[in-house]
């Protein structure tokens, strides 16, 4: 069986995190395949928000208005405790550093659906019942085992991704260890049609002794979506984080009423139990071999981070695989002249997910634990403190620090070798490792925004007014200069293609910017025109 070898990237899974990075690194120079071993698109989706920070990422690769399209980008809430209802808007929040100062609540299907159309325009198309067997990485390539209704077909190819759930078969492959535990709360995911819940518009949270439930008007196949917490009622056959097993009509019906919720269920469309897990991989890459996503971190549904952060992971490590595929060229892609390059992706994406397990460990305890403390405080404490609980969403500030804090807005990879300080200071501009904030800038005619102006595949370097603009023998084709002619002085900043900065100096530092362009890949080639 000869094996081609047609590919730079090798994608495994086709769920947003796969997609994603298919898509980032198609767009930085990857010859890209990706593979999914369900033979069909639909599956009940379980992410439904995405952050600010998702959105910033996605938009270079021009989806986010499509996404946008579908998305309810200002929803309400009605938070539930005891007699009290409060009403929440999470739209327009006060977060005038990006363009999306909002959640935005969409179907995970809705959002697969944009990225696979975006994959298809650019001649990429899903391999739909086609799964890994086995893949092997023997230093110069890795070779993999692929089936399909069409038979056994091996490929080598520079670099693989898993991007296959908790269940990864890479993972497997690349010998990388599974930290963590089950907890012993599930979810339970159901489509149905209430009657008696009059009044009942946007998404409601009830707090009650026994945890959470959320009602949100997102359902596929019904007119709500039901997503609630109870202790796990066992089946160690289940795979966590999959929809399992039906839950009986009266088993929800309980569920509701326990919510205090005055309504029936008129009609259930489907329904499932969902074992969880809070793990993470001892590390993110092995050889040629790479974990992203639930692959390589499985957290609680608190604070919706499990499809947020798939993407940001997938968007993070994408341009770094192309940019490894181009620098070397075909099966020599990703040699040591890249190690930094890669390695990088474990040092800043590995810390930013064992963070987030903590936050959304100790909020879902506080969410969905049984235990005496958190039940209290859902049931006796919560009410109590309604009252307050207006004053506090009043005050817009607080409610923007607490989305910029769990969407990933302050995420920084400052001790990233990829972060570099020029010979002099930059001062009052970004760190290296920081996201770049969006701003009203001027580059020589009407005021526009920053983010709009990087939306984009490859490096931007940003000049300010003065600055001596960079030699093109330095700058790779996958690199842009912009000079912000409202931003007075004489230096300048490298933003990475993921909108993270990753050079900066106070001086046209030519050397300093020709090395850190260099680093990662996208430095012009002796052969390129000057």
Known sequence: MAATTAVDVLVVGAGPTGLTLALQAHDH??????????????????????????????????????????????????????????????????????????????????????????????????????????????????????????????????????????????????????????????????????????????????????????????????????????????????EFGQPGPAVPCADLQQLLSDAGLNARIERLAWSARVPLQCSLATRFRRGRLFLAGDAAHNYSPATGQGMNAGVQDAVNLGWKLGFAANRSGGEAAGGLGAEALLDSYDTERRPAAHRRLVLTHTVFWAEAS???????????????????????????????????????????????????????????????GDRLPDATVSVGGPPQRLHGLLAGPGVHVLLQRDATPPPDAVLGPQVTVLRLMNSPGRGLIAVRPDGHVGFRCGTADVAGLSSWLSLIGAAASPSSPS
């Open 29 to 238: 120079g990857a010859r890209v395949r990706i593979i999914e071993r369900r033979p069909g698109a639909f599956r009940p989706s379980r992410a439904l928000i995405l952050h600010p920070r998702t959105l910033e990422v996605l938009r270079p690769l021009g989806v986010t208005d499509a996404l946008l399209e579908l998305a309810d980008t200002a929803p309400t809430v009605g938070l539930h405790l005891g007699s009290r209802v409060v009403e929440a808007s999470l739209a327009d929040l006060a977060l005038p550093d990006t363009a999306f100062p909002h959640l935005s609540l969409i179907r995970q299907t809705n959002v697969e659906s944009v990225l696979t159309q975006a994959l298809a325009d650019r001649g990429v198309a899903v391999e739909r019942g086609t799964e890994l067997v086995t893949a092997r990485d023997d230093k110069h390539s890795v070779w993999a085992l692929l089936r399909s209704q069409q038979g056994a077909e091996e490929i080598r190819c520079p670099f693989v991704v898993g991007c296959d759930g908790p269940a990864s078969t890479v993972r497997v492959c690349a010998g990388i260890g599974w930290h963590g535990r089950p907890y012993n709360e599930e979810v339970i995911l159901a489509d149905l049609d209430l009657s008696g819940e009059s009044g009942c518009s946007g998404a409601q949270v009830f707090a009650g002794r026994q945890g959470l439930l959320f009602l949100f008007p997102l359902g596929e196949q019904a007119a709500w979506r039901l997503l609630a917490t109870r202790a796990s009622a066992g089946g160690s056959q289940l």
């Open 370 to 432: 049984t235990g005496r403390i958190p039940s209290w405080l859902r049931a006796v404490a919560a009410p109590r403190t309604a009252p307050a609980v207006p004053i506090l969403l009043a005050r817009r500030r607080l409610v923007a620090e607490g989305i910029r804090f769990i969407s990933q807005l302050r995420v920084n990879y400052r001790h990233s070798a990829l972060s570099v300080e020029g010979r002099s200071r930059l001062r009052g501009a970004p760190r290296p």
